[in-house]
Each structure stands twice: as structure tokens, then as C-alpha cells.
């Protein structure tokens, strides 16, 4: 079965760090660029960072850019968002996605269930 | 940074009805990278049409995208219950960055 499953979430206060993995599994890891989509409480999905199959393009959304860090380990199976100076407007479910290319280009077409961010004093 | 605009925002129907979406894109998306997704609520997004109108896997042949340019449209052809929820359209191309619409939330009249 195709799985990701994000962990680290947690109550951080404004200004300090947090570290989310994605772990993945029932597909080969190392084929595919992978994303993370982030959801402030009652709103809309946001793009948050990519990483491509073999780390060699990371982008950024404009709001994180400078703070956040997209890294893998494609030995590990495992996507990571370094989360630096954390505000309160990062609050927000975190979302991993797979994105697909093959014949086609799928976009993102497997999601983890999320981990919670709250940042608060 | 291309801006994707959905309406209407709320949709209220009723099981069996004809729904069409829109998705308005700020500037040309290439319709290879243009996406719908469903999301439930307590749920994470489910990949619904990629390249604006090729089905994802699993997915039933009620729903159906189109659309070129800057006009895309879900159209689900006979709604089930099971089909009340939000979706997003998702333009993936002009990347980064990737842009999500805003949603459109479709309830049970």
C-alpha cells in the first residue's frame, strides 16, 4: 500500500524551530519529486516547498522562503521540513505529497493524513 | 505568480443534480498542469483530475475536467451523496510557485 505519514507536529512557541518528517512507503521513493501543502484552520490549501527525486531543485513558497528547509533521505524513505523563526501564521496542518510523472504528469496524487503546527505563546 | 480563482464559493444541490465548477487562472496555465482535488473534512486532499481533464485513478466517470487557457471547469455529472465536500483546482506548471483556487464547497440542499 502507498503510504505517508508525517510526525513532529506539535505547540511551538513563536520564533523557535520545528522539525517534520514524511515517511514513505509502498513506492519507490527515490522516483518521485515530493511536496509539502500546508492548511490554516478553516481555510485553503497552500503549497509550502518541493524537492525533486534527487534533491537538485528545492523551491519555496514566497512566506516561508529564508525560514524553512526542504531536505530527503532517499535511503531513509523520508521527506523533512526544517521549520526556523516559526510565526503564528504558520499555524496550519502539514500535508506530504508524492508528485507523479510518468507518461504524464499527475501532479500530486498521494497525500500523508498531516501533522499540526501551532505556534503560540 | 499565477492566481486560480474558483465560484462560486458555496454550492447548495441536491444527490442526483448536475454540477459544473469553475477554476479562472490569472494567466495562461498549460492545461498538462492543471489539477482538481476533493477534500473531505478530517481528510487530506484526494487527486481527482490531473492535465485537466484525465481522471486519476479510481476515480468514477461522473467527474469530468475541461478547459484551456485560463478557464477550467469540474463537472461532476450526477451527484452522490458521497460527493459533498470542497475542491480545489491546482495549477502545477508554471511552478514555483505552485497555486492553489481558494475552494469551492459544495453542501446538500
Known amino acids: 500500500e502507498v503510504q505517508l505519514v508525517e510526525s513532529g507536529g506539535g505547540l511551538v512557541q513563536p520564533g523557535r524551530s520545528l522539525r517534520l518528517s514524511c515517511a514513505a512507503s509502498?513506492?519507490?521513493?527515490?522516483?518521485?519529486?515530493m511536496h509539502w501543502v500546508r492548511q490554516a484552520p478553516g481555510k485553503g490549501l497552500e503549497w509550502v516547498s518541493g524537492?525533486?527525486?534527487?534533491?537538485?531543485?528545492?523551491d519555496y513558497a514566497d512566506s516561508v522562503k529564508g525560514r524553512f528547509t526542504i531536505s530527503r533521505d532517499n535511503a531513509k524513505n523520508s521527506l523533512y521540513l526544517q521549520m526556523n523563526s516559526l510565526r503564528a501564521e504558520d499555524t496550519a496542518l502539514y500535508y506530504c505529497?508524492?508528485?507523479?510523472?510518468?507518461?504524464?504528469?499527475?501532479?500530486?496524487?498521494?497525500w500523508g493524513q498531516g501533522t499540526t503546527v501551532t505556534v503560540s505563546s | 505568480e499565477i492566481v486560480l480563482t474558483q465560484s462560486p464559493g458555496t454550492l447548495s444541490l441536491s444527490p442526483g443534480e448536475r454540477v459544473t465548477l469553475s477554476c479562472r487562472a490569472s494567466?495562461?496555465?498549460?492545461?498538462?498542469?492543471l489539477a482538481w482535488y476533493q477534500q473531505k473534512p478530517g481528510q487530506a486532499p484526494r487527486l481527482l483530475i490531473y492535465?485537466?481533464?484525465s481522471r486519476a485513478t479510481g476515480i468514477p466517470d461522473r467527474f469530468s475536467g475541461s478547459g484551456s487557457g485560463t478557464d477550467f471547469t469540474l463537472t461532476i455529472s450526477r451527484l452522490e451523496p458521497e460527493d459533498f465536500a470542497v475542491y480545489y483546482c491546482q495549477q502545477y506548471g508554471s511552478s514555483p510557485p505552485i497555486t492553489f483556487g481558494q475552494g469551492t464547497r459544495l453542501e446538500i440542499k
Open positions: 492535465g485537466a481533464s
Open positions: 505529497a508524492k508528485h507523479s510523472i510518468a507518461v504524464a504528469d499527475y501532479g500530486m496524487d498521494v
Open positions: 494567466q495562461t496555465v498549460s492545461s498538462s498542469y
Open positions: 524537492i525533486t527525486w534527487n534533491s537538485g531543485s528545492r
Open positions: 509502498g513506492f519507490t521513493f527515490d522516483d518521485h519529486a
